[in-house]
């Protein structure tokens, strides 16, 4: 049973730059959350797909997009990088809108010089 | 603003004791509540969740909610060097069906 798998595991990048992160969910599941855990803190909920729309936001600016694919997997995308925006960034998925539980992924650690 | 609050240790307990883990929610709405365990460098593992006022066992882990005083816990029995990670709890507030809502986690080192 293939878990929540997310690409890269690593990536450094410069400020301005641009980046795309990607998950794949749990066998079963449809639903995709991308949090933020920044070092030392809980992780927080940037947005969550469903059927290929976003269905929630955190309190996160526009520089924060993302996309759901009909396979369900997903991409997140953050332009004009800040020195803040390093982080572990999270994917978890669920089956439905409101499914519990949230499985995490392994997570991508960006790192931002 | 509606959030979960933890202490964030560290915590260390001798192995073989009980690790009492604490945490308080903002929200008296909330209906569901979680823990997970989080190794240095690694993911998220969710290892209890529960929905009713009381206790639900699970192995050497047993979590406890109280609506009334908005403050869920987590008890570890019979603590192994192996539980040393960092718990987070997290709670699906009420309006807010789709995310959950992390406190910032507490650190438990089980002594050998």
């Known amino acids: 049973d293939a878990g929540v798998t997310q690409s890269p595991t690593h990536l450094i990048k410069t400020r301005g730059q641009q980046v795309t992160l990607r998950c794949s969910p749990k066998?079963?599941?449809?639903?995709v959350s991308w949090y933020q855990q920044a070092l030392g803190q809980g992780p927080q909920f940037i947005f969550q797909?469903?059927?290929?729309?976003?269905?929630q936001r955190g309190n996160f600016p526009d520089r924060f997009s993302g996309h759901q694919f009909p396979n369900y997997s997903s991409e997140l995308n953050v332009n004009a990088l800040l020195l803040g925006d390093s982080a572990l960034y999270l994917c978890?998925?669920?089956?439905?809108?409101?499914?519990?539980?949230?499985?995490f992924g392994d997570g991508t650690r960006l790192s931002i010089l | 603003q509606k959030e979960v609050e933890q202490n964030s240790g560290p915590l260390s307990v001798p192995e073989g004791a009980i690790a009492s883990l604490n945490c308080t929610y903002s929200?008296?709405?909330?209906?569901?509540f979680f823990w997970y365990r989080q190794y240095s460098g690694k993911s998220p593992e969710l290892i209890m969740s529960?929905?009713?006022?009381g206790d639900k066992e699970d192995g050497r882990f047993t979590a406890q909610l109280n609506k009334a005083s908005q403050y869920v816990s987590l008890l570890i029995r019979d603590s192994q060097p192996s539980d040393s990670a960092t718990y987070l709890c997290?709670?699906?507030?009420?309006?807010?069906?789709?995310?959950?809502?992390f406190g910032s986690g507490t650190q438990l080192t089980v002594l050998p």
């Open positions: 978890a998925s669920s089956l439905g809108l409101g499914g519990e539980p949230q499985h």
């Open positions: 066998s079963g599941h449809d639903t």
């Open positions: 797909y469903y059927e290929e729309e976003e269905r």
């Open positions: 929200d008296r709405g909330s209906q569901s």
């Open positions: 529960i929905y009713s006022n």
């Open positions: 997290a709670a699906r507030f009420s309006g807010s069906a789709r995310q959950l809502t």
